[in-house]
């Protein structure tokens, strides 16, 4: 798999995670992938209308 197409990178020595984050849910949880990201759920609601 591709650095492209993965949820996951290294650049150089630090890891790099492609996240969907969905504020608002019933319970905070990793819920697999969602568009090749890896897809967290969160019960904190957005802030001022903004992402987490």
Excluded at 39 to 47: C, M
Aim: aromatic share 10%.
């Amino acid at each position: 798999m591709s650095a492209q197409n993965s949820a996951f990178s290294w650049q150089e020595d630090k890891l790099v995670l492609q996240i969907f984050l969905q504020p608002s849910t019933s319970q905070n949880e990793w819920y697999g992938r969602h568009d090749g990201r890896i897809r967290i759920r969160v019960t904190a609601p957005p802030v001022g209308n903004q992402a987490n």
